[in-house]
T-cell receptor, first 112, second 113 residues
Framework: GENVEQHPSTLSVQEGDSAVIKCTYSDSASNYFPWYKQELGKRPQLIIDIRSNVGEKKDQRIAVTLNKTAKHFSLHITETQPEDSAVYFCAAEMDSSYKLIFGSGTRLLVRP | SQTIHQWPATLVQPVGSPLSLECTVEGTSNPNLYWYRQAAGRGLQLLFYSVGIGQISSEVPQNLSASRPQDRQFILSSKKLLLSDSGFYLC????????????FGPGTRLTVT
């Protein structure tokens, strides 16, 4: 079945450094790829998303890139801050159905 | 603006007891509605989704069921809880027909003892 793989599972960076999280997906028909940030005990929050008709999207310190041929997409966070520490989930739309398949999550720790 | 509510926020239930979790959305009509479960330290598993009143699709066979009695109300139920039903239950909505973005409710933390 459809699958989204996410790595690394944990990532520790120094404040001010960049962080990159990568995901691959299996459904070649997927057209929508969101990223969520979840702080401890809270709900996941949509932070950025990308559709298949573009290769890159940027919003201040975060950016997402998409390679449809290779079926992978990545989240890039620049100038990381301690408040960026959280679990990040990627997802891919499944079966052109408005359903999302989520990756297993990356726990990001930004060391002050 | 749209808001999504879930209750209760936390719940402790014994094995074998029934369950009813409620989710409501305000500020939109005919949303897509979703139930997810998140086990401790794990990812998000889609349980049910609904594209309209009375229309429920199940993603994972289990002892849970869902209903949508009103346009903006989504209910997750069980007749007999299992220990493995413990987790963080999240309701989400998205706006038909062209919006893919899903927005999550605050969640219900369920502990089955």
């Amino acid at each position: 079945g459809e699958n989204v793989e996410q790595h690394p599972s944990t990532l520790s960076v120094q404040e001010g450094d960049s962080a990159v999280i990568k995901c691959t997906y299996s459904d070649s028909a997927s057209n929508y790829f969101p990223w969520y940030k979840q702080e401890l005990g809270k709900r996941p929050q949509l932070i950025i998303d990308i559709r298949s008709n573009v290769g890159e999207k940027k919003d201040q310190r975060i950016a997402v890139t998409l390679n449809k041929t290779a079926k992978h997409f990545s989240l890039h966070i620049t100038e990381t801050q301690p408040e960026d520490s959280a679990v990040y989930f990627c997802a891919a739309e499944m079966d052109s159905s408005y359903k999302l398949i989520f990756g297993s999550g990356t726990r990001l720790l930004v060391r002050p | 603006s749209q808001t999504i509510h879930q209750w209760p926020a936390t719940l402790v239930q014994p094995v074998g007891s029934p369950l009813s979790l409620e989710c409501t959305v305000e500020g939109t009509s005919n949303p897509n509605l979703y139930w997810y479960r998140q086990a401790a330290g794990r990812g998000l598993q889609l349980l049910f989704y609904s594209v309209g009143i009375g229309q429920i699709s199940s993603e994972v066979p289990q002892n849970l069921s869902a209903s949508r009695p009103q346009d903006r109300q989504f209910i997750l139920s069980s007749k007999k809880l299992l220990l493995s039903d413990s987790g963080f239950y999240l309701c989400a909505w998205s706006d038909l027909p062209t919006a893919y973005e899903q927005y999550f409710g605050p969640g219900t933390r369920l502990t089955v003892t």
